[in-house]
């Protein structure tokens, strides 16, 4: 029996060899990562569209270098470390890729970079890993992101509100990375500019009542209440049952809160005094292109994540193309099409970034999600409007810095 | 070029496996040779794997811990603090009969789960733990693969020797005989809930070992790593489809389980992109079919408990 399955495993192995057979040489192989299983399946489908998206882009207006076509690889990293570091594995030694777009979820980015695409020399853009954490990787300039790290907005809303003269203000989060990072980011801001944190509690999502931990925070005398919760899920609790029991009069909310569930919920009467932050593409013929381009496919522009991982995808073809396909120049290239100075490249421009390329001119993509202009750390920052209210809908009021 | 790519994989696969097998084997003394249905295992390698990071890991502000301890007092504190904390819910749970302790068991996962979660001050809450070192981490990717593979290994084989020897003394017997006649046993003076309470410990030291292991391959450690489907329910699907109560068995299961999950990928990502993705699905799904079938056929597992017969002497 045993001989059999290690008869099977052999010729199994074999066979990878034989399928994974050199392609042609001028090809240049990418992977794209996703939580396809798990977690967050219900977002990868639009996430991987749109990385494809780009590669089609590559492909139908000239493709790499000389030539060669973009290949990729799709894995599932589930979500979790030991399935994105099988995946990135796989990617890095069975299919030789050459970058990696992904994979999803923070806690899989930080696994498969520590222990697979940083020792192997392998760049890596994740289009959502959000948390605070992989900025501190010791990433020897392998680890990029098209998403703002949750450190931003956090920060962002601690400015805004004070400056809106919201001083005193309580704070509930959902406990998970998100709402934690988010809540972290704006305790640490809100508190250095000279604001005073009334209450400061995390929650676990999915309660039917949230009443015992509003008293709790309304007990600080706040008349100001945070949210870092979603507006679909446990937040909207909170946010009913806050405004039932009159524990507070202001509400603030990050883009987890700004859902159209919120307003059809409660009623627009009943939200005067509530708003929130959220990321905003640059208004650009960018994104319009983007939009255009993804609809055009027959998906949905607005799929939390779609611009992002667009963005990582083009971004990674632009950076091969620049190095000329040389792995070991790769970040380098990406830092040089991403910042100033260069010729604007917007989405779709593929044969026209090419052709800049090939001149020898500098180029500076500029994405549906963003100018993606990479600091040090590799991360992004994001812009993002201060939303209120209006009708049926959201309207912007003031930009955020 | 082709070739160590195919190694380097083959050692990364063979890393897993180490690491599923020492949970495995660790479930294997649980269930296969006393009989305690431990549905938490996700628990006990979260505390092993916590425990060396607080341990092993650089001081960061905010957290307790960060006391860069070398890895083995690392390991050696995981399987302590693992066993440590098995002991209290041991010593409550297990007079509970098989299902009744397989609920209790699941509910102490969940609740290390949500500590770990929440106890920011030790365990940096959802953000986790990184920073942490890795045996001859320094060394180039394939070199420094192979030698955690080695270690690894090693672990392994000394875990393996260490519970077929105890298996095979007096004291395996006797877990036996708990495990199939307890009345029987009782009365022939055993202490019952003492051995189990001893089986139950000694089980989840080693899945503690298992976490620790993992934490530092990936040099981090983030609560998504402990989510029941990967970290208890794969595992119990190892040990049945290998052989409950038989060490090589709950091996093997580790190695076909895990290979199947990790290989089977290969070969469909060469299928058209629609269906290589839909193939990702169907890869829990044949798991599930394996274990329907493996209970259905050989409900002993692939390598059976070997049951030593022995005929009374004559006279």
């Not at chain 1, 500098?362 to 201060?386: L, Q, R, T």
């Not at chain 2, 969940?110 to 001859?136: D, N």
């Amino acid at each position: 029996m045993k001989s059999k399955i290690t008869a099977g495993l052999v010729a199994s192995l074999l066979g990878a060899v034989l399928f994974t057979a050199p392609a042609h040489a001028q090809n240049q192989r990418i992977a794209l990562l996703s939580g396809i299983s798990g977690p967050i399946a219900a977002m990868a489908p639009a996430m991987l569209e749109a990385m494809q998206l780009a590669v089609r882009h590559v492909n139908e207006q000239g493709g790499i270098g000389n030539g060669g076509r973009l290949e990729f690889v799709i894995g599932d990293d589930a979500c979790n470390p030991q399935n994105a570091t099988d995946a990135a594995t796989k990617a890095v030694n069975i299919d030789r890729v050459i970058g990696m777009v992904g994979p999803a979820c923070s806690g899989a980015v930080i696994a498969a970079a520590n222990s697979v695409t940083i020792p192997a020399g392998v760049l890596m853009i994740t289009s959502s890993g959000t948390s605070p954490q992989i900025t501190k990787l010791n990433d020897r300039d392998l680890v990029f992101r098209t998403v703002p790290s949750d450190d931003y907005q956090g920060r962002a809303l601690a400015r805004t509100l004070k400056e809106r003269g919201m001083d005193k203000v309580a704070v509930a989060y959902v406990n998970n990375d998100y709402g934690k990072g988010l809540a972290d980011a704006f305790k640490d801001e809100f508190e250095s500019v000279g604001g005073t944190l009334a209450g400061f509690s995390g929650h676990e999502a999915g309660k039917a009542s949230y009443r015992s931990d509003l008293a709790q925070l309304a007990r600080g005398g706040a008349d100001t209440l945070v949210v870092f919760d979603y507006g679909d899920g446990s937040g909207l609790t909170i946010l009913r049952q806050a405004l039932e029991n009159n524990f507070f009069k202001n509400f603030v909310g990050a883009d987890g809160m700004k859902s159209d569930a919120v307003i059809r919920e409660l009623g627009a009467d009943n939200l005067k005094t509530f708003f929130t932050s959220a990321p905003v593409g640059e208004a650009s013929a960018s994104l319009d292109a983007f939009n255009q381009a993804f609809a055009a496919a027959g998906h949905d522009p607005n799929a939390i994540f779609a611009t992002t991982s667009y963005d990582a995808a083009f971004l990674m073809a632009l950076a091969i193309e620049k190095a000329g396909g040389d792995r070991a120049k790769l970040s380098e290239a990406l830092r040089s099409v991403s910042t100033e100075p260069g010729e604007p490249i917007m989405v779709g421009e593929w044969a026209k970034a090419k052709q800049l390329i090939a001149e020898g001119k500098d180029i500076n993509y500029k994405g549906a999600a963003g100018d993606h202009a990479f600091d040090e750390n590799g991360d992004v920052p994001g812009n993002y409007s201060f939303f209120k209210v209006s009708g049926t809908t959201y309207e912007a009021i003031a930009e955020m810095h | 070029m082709e070739l160590i790519g195919l190694a380097n994989y083959a050692i990364f696969l063979g890393i897993l496996i180490g690491i599923y097998a020492l949970l495995s084997l660790g479930l294997n003394i649980q269930w296969g040779f006393t009989g305690l249905f431990n549905a938490g295992i996700a628990g006990f390698f979260a505390i092993g794997a916590y425990t060396t990071a607080i341990l092993t890991s650089p001081h960061l502000p905010g957290r307790v811990g960060g006391f860069e301890m070398p890895i083995l007092v690392g390991w050696a504190g995981a399987m302590i603090v693992a066993g440590l904390i098995a002991w209290p819910i041991g010593k409550i749970c297990l007079r509970f009969r098989s299902d009744y302790l397989a609920i209790a068991t699941i509910g102490v996962a969940e609740i290390i789960r949500l500590a770990i979660r929440t106890e920011e001050w030790l365990t940096g809450g959802t953000r986790g733990i990184t920073g942490i070192p890795r045996p001859f981490g320094d060394l180039p990717y394939v070199q420094s693969q192979l030698a955690y593979l080695v270690i690894v290994a090693l672990a392994v084989l000394i875990v393996y020797l260490l519970v077929e020897r105890q298996l095979h003394a007096p004291w395996g017997r006797m877990m036996r005989a708990i495990r199939d006649n307890e009345g029987a046993a009782a009365a022939m003076g055993k202490r019952i809930e003492a051995r189990r309470l001893q089986a139950f410990i000694f089980g989840s030291t080693l899945m503690g070992l298992a976490g620790a292991l993992f934490v530092h391959f990936n040099r981090s450690i983030t609560p998504e790593a402990i989510d029941p489907m990967i970290a208890t329910f794969l595992i119990w699907i190892m040990l049945i489809l290998g052989g409950s109560g038989n060490n090589r068995g709950a091996i093997l299961g580790a190695v076909v389980i895990w290979t199947i999950w990790s290989v089977s990928e290969i070969l469909t990502d060469r299928l058209p992109t629609e269906m290589a993705i839909q193939a990702k699905y169907v890869r829990v799904f044949i798991i599930g079919l394996m274990l329907q079938l493996v209970l259905r056929f050989r409900p002993e597992g692939i390598l059976p408990e070997e049951r030593r017969t022995r005929t009374a002497p004559p006279g």
